[in-house]
């Protein structure tokens, strides 16, 4: 009677441990997916934003080459380059502050393993 309950337990157990690493093989599985497409988003907004930025000073150069070079050549120069460093600037500041507030890849993953690892540890 002793060896049929143990491994009754022992059974209930292994299956329980399965159960276990097939939810937590689930949630990396989820999360794996919601990472790769934030980031494939992420990667298409950037490369429309970079071709329209490209195109747009490309544009914008020529145009004001054109109308303005007689009368501002130097000025224009100088006013054309602190703008475009201020642009850089503010794309640089608004990279760092979406990274800063994004989420850590795989939080729910891991906070499940902390759960369980707690659980089972006395």
């Known amino acids: 009677m002793t060896d049929k309950s143990f491994s009754d337990t022992s059974r209930r157990l292994g299956a329980a441990t399965l159960d276990l690493l097939s939810d937590h093989a689930e ?3 989820i999360e794996l997916q919601e990472q790769k497409h934030h980031s494939s ?3 298409i907004w950037f490369g429309i934003t970079a071709a329209c930025a490209f195109m747009l000073f490309l544009l914008l150069n020529a145009l004001l080459i054109v109308l303005l070079w007689e009368y501002y050549a130097h000025g224009l120069l ?5 703008f ?3 642009i850089g600037a503010l794309c640089i500041w608004r990279i760092k502050s979406l990274q800063q507030h994004a989420q850590a890849p795989f939080s729910a993953s891991l906070q ?3 759960k369980t690892k707690e659980q089972l540890l006395p």
């Open 112 to 114: 499940e393993l902390k």
């Open 41 to 43: 988003q992420q990667l």
């Open 84 to 86: 475009y460093a201020c």
């Open 78 to 82: 100088i006013a054309m380059s602190i």
């Open 27 to 29: 949630l990396f599985a």
